[in-house]
Every structure is written in structure tokens, then in C-alpha cells.
């Protein structure tokens, strides 16, 4: 019996041998493309508005080579797709923790817009991609949710001025705008509560119910965002922590 087992030795001792080289090769692998995709959003942050953004821009940022970006992606349309399918549904994953606390369309629509306001606060750079993708991401979860709740307000009277359609287009238009006017720092987090107010008496709720419903949204978000929300940074209600 122990000349039988002895040969098995090795084998066992070689496989996990084997298993090691993979898990680093596989990580090396993860690290690379992340640093490829963070290279692609810096970069592509600052060339908007300004002139195109080629490979060259990418890999000089990520010190790699051209061939090792080809490993990862076949264009750089393609790179810049998966970034921002990336942090799309990273801020959808961490968002609806505190998102689907509420189930009033009216305070679901507010929370929805104050997270994506808030985290531009703490992330210009974030925030200045995304507020440049998002016509091209209305597919994601948390965009999905706050067209139901779109829906909901106007078959409850809540949202009375505007249609399905007119009613989404302003909330997302306005979405990027605000955070475009965030990244550029000439606004204080009080913005949040002003422009969400403004949003709620575009859609036709009630000025004071529209006042009260923006502050109760960000003072919520505030309470929740540093314990459940892993993007979350300094103090939004300290004037001195906003960047």
C-alpha cells in the first residue's frame, strides 16, 4: 500500500504547483486590464471637449505597451465601452442598498439623482466620464428603476406636469448637467438639495412639498452614504470637504 501511494506525491505537490502559477498569472492579468481601464478614463477625461483621444494616450498613461493593450481589447472603442459598463454597474450594485430603502416614487426619484449628484462631489473624475456616457447607458438597473418610479409618480398624481417621456428626459438631462456643473467646482453640496428641488417642481409637485422632499432625500443620503456606500468620502454637509 505505501508503494502505491508514494507516486502520488509529486503529482499532488505539481498540480498545486500548477494551480499557483495560474492564480498569479490570472491576477497579473486582472491587474493589468484595470490599470489599462483607469488609464482609459483618465485620459479620456481630459481630452473631452478637446482633441480625440487615440491609443497612444492610453498606453503612455498606463506604461505598457501597444501590444499588451491589444491583449485586452481589439479597439479603443471597445475599452472605453467596458469602462463604462464598469463603473455603471458598480455605482448600480452600491446604490440600491440605499436606493430601494424607500418605496415612494417622489423619494425614490430624489435619492436616485442626489447618489449620482454626490458621488460626482467626491469624484471629479468619475463624474466627468460619466456625465459624457450617460445618453449611452440608459439600460443600466438604477436607470431602469427610476423610470418606474417615473411611472408611478404620474399614475399617483405625484408627478403631474409632464409625461412618461418628458418627465425621464428631464430628470437624466438634468442629471448630467448637474454633475458637469459639479466636476467644474463652482458649486457647494447644497447644490444637491437646489437642483433635486427644482427637478421636483419641474416634474409638478408642490413647491413646499417639493423643498421639503429635496432636503429629506439628501439628509437621508448623507445619514446612509458613509456606511453603505463604498465611494463615499468627506462630510457633504462640511462646506470645507468639498473639492
Known sequence: MDQTATPSQPACGAKSKEDHRTTFARRKRERTKAILLDSVMAVYVKRVNSIQLVIDDVIVHAGVSRGTFYKYFSSLDEAIVQISSKTSGEM?????SVYDQFEDPLY???TGLQLYLARAFFDHEWGTFHAYMALQDTGNRLVQLMEGDIRQGIKTGIFSSADQTSALDLLIGTKIEAIKRICSGSVGSDYI???????FRGLGVPPQLAHEAARKCFDFVVAEGPEKLRWWGWSLTNPEGVG
Open 92 to 96: 448600480v450594485d452600491s446604490s440600491l
Open 108 to 110: 425614490r426619484t430624489g
Open 193 to 199: 438639495v437646489q437642483i433635486t428641488e427644482a427637478v
